[in-house]
């Protein structure tokens, strides 16, 4: 086994520096705008709608972007939405806008769409069922701590001026060589079940279904809106760079011991828990923190607060696909992903008019909140139904979890229009 991880590593590992490119450059990009935007003036709506937009796109791109990856093939695919969303930042910089900023976003999470579906395909064709989980889970933790070195490059120059625009350009530019370069092998269109149905979902797991939904307004929120919390808790924007980099490391690190512990114990019990810590922590920091604490409270509050709530989406997939049968584990990715991401969606959105409405202390209500309603839905939910007997293996998911389910549900539609019409 460990023979056969190594050698598909060695196969995979130009995907994985150009994926860890990939994600470097968007963290850096998302968080540059909103300090961006903060420092033009922009309104925390404002700002919040911008971070909405990646989101709007990273779904419609899951949907539909696998058809020019279908139409011309893998590498050219990822070479033209690499230069487009490689161009897009120097868009940004050129028009200044609050109401463009959220469209040029919108195509950036398109482009990353298509993207990152390229890159999990290669990842798929080039692993063997035996390490296939393995590989996903290395995938997985590579964006963890991309993102958190594309936090730290906040700290390079000052987001006044074009330098980090121009950065974010060349790192995603730069992504294409290994992966364009890349042999592995891109798999062939899977088997099961690809049909997207989330009434059925639901009745297979009804918490999994609306925790998704509630993960992605927690999690969206503070990447899209966390910058701007910082900022206007006095902090510079190499001390923002730290900030968001503990929160995105605290979910790296705690990860892998949750997925551990939801492998012997009821996940939801362990999902509901952490919203529970999560609810707690957070009402004790909107009540008692200061504004302006010191950076080293800053910092640790963040990294707590990234180990309990990161890790979610893993832990809800996990427990998702414990009550799915086999053939459709696609059908039911694709369907949490949908959820995922019409609550990231509207994360940002809620998250900038709580912030515009209460202050800095808005967004901790808001992902207070949505952390509440998980552990209350949690715990109704065990009373329901008791656990499974047999669990599947947990795999550790991006922070944006794009993947190549939606593209099977995509296409498989398509085919049932060809054979209806």
């Not at 994600?23 to 404002?46: D, H, K, V």
């Not at 957070?282 to 607060?305: C, D, I, K, N, Q």
Request: net charge positive; aromatic share 8%.
């Amino acid at each position: 086994m460990r023979s056969s991880l190594a050698t598909t590593l060695a196969t995979v590992i130009a995907l994985l520096v150009g994926y860890a490119l990939l994600q470097m450059g968007n963290t850096l990009q998302g968080s540059l705008l909103t300090l961006r935007g903060g420092r033009e003036g922009f309104s925390a709506a404002s700002i919040g709608l911008v971070g909405s937009g990646f989101y709007v796109g990273l779904i419609f791109g899951s949907l539909y972007a696998g058809r020019l990856v279908r139409g011309v093939g893998h590498a050219r695919a990822f070479a033209a939405l690499a230069a487009i969303a490689s161009s897009v930042p120097l868009l940004h910089l050129m028009l200044i806008n609050p109401w463009l900023w959220p469209l040029g976003r919108a195509l950036t999470g398109f482009c990353f769409a298509g993207l990152f579906i390229v890159v999990e395909s290669w990842l798929n064709g080039a692993a063997s069922s035996a390490v296939r989980g393995q590989i996903l889970s290395i995938y997985g933790m590579t964006g963890m701590l991309s993102g958190v070195a594309g936090q730290l490059l906040l700290t390079t120059a000052a987001p006044t001026s074009f330098v980090l625009f121009c950065l974010v350009s060349i790192i995603i530019s730069f992504a294409l060589v290994p992966v364009v370069l890349s042999r592995a092998q891109a798999p062939a269109q899977g088997e099961g079940d690809a049909t997207l149905n989330l009434r059925r979902l639901y009745s297979q797991s009804p918490f999994g279904v609306v925790a998704a939904f509630l993960v992605g307004i927690s999690t969206s929120s503070y990447y899209s809106l966390g910058p701007l919390f910082a900022q206007r808790a006095g902090l510079e924007a190499g001390s923002v760079a730290v900030f968001m980099a503990c929160g995105s490391l605290g979910g790296f690190l705690a990860t892998w011991p949750m997925g551990w512990l939801s492998d012997r114990i009821d996940r939801r019990r362990l999902s509901v828990g952490l919203a529970m810590v999560a609810a707690g922590a957070l009402l004790w920091m909107t009540l008692s923190v200061p504004e302006h604490p010191p950076r080293a409270v800053l910092y640790a509050l963040v990294g707590v607060f990234g180990m309990l709530v990161i890790p979610a989406y893993s832990l809800v997939l996990a427990h998702v696909n414990d009550h799915v049968p086999p053939g459709q584990f696609a059908a039911a990715s694709g369907g949490l992903l949908i959820l995922w991401g019409a609550g990231s969606a509207l994360g940002p959105v809620l998250g900038g008019v709580a912030m515009a409405s209460l202050g800095n202390r808005g967004l901790g209500w808001q992902i207070l909140g949505a952390q509440a309603l998980i552990a209350a839905w949690g715990i109704y939910r065990i009373s329901q139904r008791a656990a499974p007997e047999t669990k599947e293996e947990f795999l550790v998911m991006p922070v944006q979890p794009v993947g190549t389910e939606l593209v099977a549900v995509a296409e498989e539609a398509a085919v049932e229009r060809e054979a209806g019409a």
